[in-house]
């Protein structure tokens, strides 16, 4: 069994879709990554929101990641549009409040919010609350979070890669090829 951080590098490195950009960014992509997948295991739903401008990404995740042709069990990751289409409906802390007591009984283990987009967004504010949130933010540096520029013109591309290292790495956790360390 391997370190994460080793296997990150390694599968960065074997992966043909050029990922070599990856390379320094992974002592930023593992520990969040890490805590995300514990989560998982602890049997907390994922829930996927989005800025608009990515709402796309989000359906992408949700098609791939419980594809019939993965040989695992099925994964607890919902989008939060689809469980709560009002989502555009929210525009105050009240709102956001009233949202999280659906949420926390909804998901009694617990949920981790995965969020992919803007830092100004309203959607961002929701995941933001929630201190273990899985976070891809674009054009600006936050504590606990993946920093990506939404002027890149390989943006869709890297989301693409980084969802691709993420599967591999829930795969590489489910059939213990990887730990965590201390």
């Not at 949700?62 to 919902?78: D, G, M, Q, S, T």
Request: charged content about 25%; hydrophobic content about 40%.
């Amino acid at each position: 069994m391997q370190e994460f951080l080793k296997w990150t590098l390694d599968t960065i490195r074997q992966d043909d879709s050029m990922m070599s950009w990856m390379e320094e960014k992974r002592f930023e992509w593992v520990p969040l990554t890490a805590s995300m997948l514990k989560n998982l295991l602890e049997g907390q739903t994922i829930i996927l929101i989005s800025d608009s401008e990515r709402e796309w990404f989000s359906k992408y995740t949700l098609r791939a990641i419980n594809n019939k042709n993965k040989n695992r069990p099925l994964l607890p990751f919902v989008s939060l549009k689809t469980f709560f289409p009002n989502l555009s409906s929210i525009k105050s802390v009240e709102d956001i409040e009233l949202l999280e007591d659906l949420l926390s009984q909804s998901f009694p283990n617990g949920y981790t919010f995965f969020y992919v987009g803007k830092g100004n967004d309203i959607r961002m504010q929701i995941a933001k609350r929630k201190d273990d949130s899985f976070m891809w933010v674009f054009d600006e540096h936050l504590q606990n979070s993946f920093y990506l520029s939404s002027y890149d013109d390989l943006l869709d591309i890297k989301l693409i890669q980084l969802f691709r290292l993420l599967d591999k790495s829930i795969d590489a956790l489910l059939f213990a090829e990887v730990s965590f360390g201390s």
